[in-house]
């Protein structure tokens, strides 16, 4: 009887003690809560549409790139909500405040609310994260006017780890830049737009 209060004891320590050790998982989201900025009414009217986001990436964990072809997962840290929804909602954000437009929004089109003078699809063919370097991107964007003239620009470059923080947290922050930097490429284009 009492080796096996014994056993049953030692079962439920050893058991505890293998979920003390592994760390509990982060949800992280690439939203950083800037506050809304009061914007015009009588500027581009934007429906930030269809977004792909490579599957290697799209995933609940952080995907971490380290030497030459391999990746790891990271358990700790995933993503609030999947970035293929997340990335267009955030880029509408921040050409709403660019182009201090209040007419901005991550829908089709025709679920917008109010006429269209831009529609933008993204198609990500590369969001890697670097360890110890930052952020791999390149991005083909497409904005279509309701005039039905069209433009394909590409941004593509890297974003580095802005400050020395913790690896996981630099990197988050680094997702962040990146996508407000695609979002001033295209600011500038619709900017120049003629007629527009």
């Known amino acids: 009887m009492k080796i096996a209060t014994l056993l049953a004891c030692m079962t439920a320590i050893a058991t505890l ?4 050790s592994a760390p509990p998982a982060r949800h992280v989201t690439l939203d950083d809560n800037r506050p809304p900025v009061s914007r015009a009414a009588l500027t581009p009217a934007i429906a930030v ?14 995907v971490l790139r380290t030497e030459g072809n391999q990746v790891t997962l990271s358990e700790q840290y995933r993503w609030a ?12 954000s921040d050409l ?15 679920e917008a609310g109010f006429p269209v003078d831009f529609k933008l699809t993204l198609d990500f063919q590369q969001l890697d994260a670097v360890v110890d370097q930052g952020v791999d991107v390149d991005v083909l964007w497409r904005l279509e ?13 890297r974003q580095p780890l802005a400050e020395p923080a913790a690896e996981h947290t630099a990197l988050v922050a680094a997702h962040r830049s990146a996508v407000r930097r695609v979002a001033s490429d295209i600011a ?3 900017a120049a737009w003629p007629n527009r």
């Open 49 to 62: 549409g269809r977004t792909n986001v490579p599957d290697l990436v799209d995933r609940p964990q952080l």
């Open 188 to 190: 500038k284009k619709i």
């Open 17 to 20: 003690g293998a979920c003390a």
């Open 145 to 157: 006017h309701r005039n039905g003239t069209s433009f394909v620009g590409r941004s593509s470059f």
């Open 81 to 92: 909500e999947p970035l293929r929804r997340e990335i267009p909602r955030l880029i509408a």
């Open 96 to 110: 709403g405040e660019l182009l201090d437009s209040s007419r901005v929004a991550a829908l089709a089109a025709e």
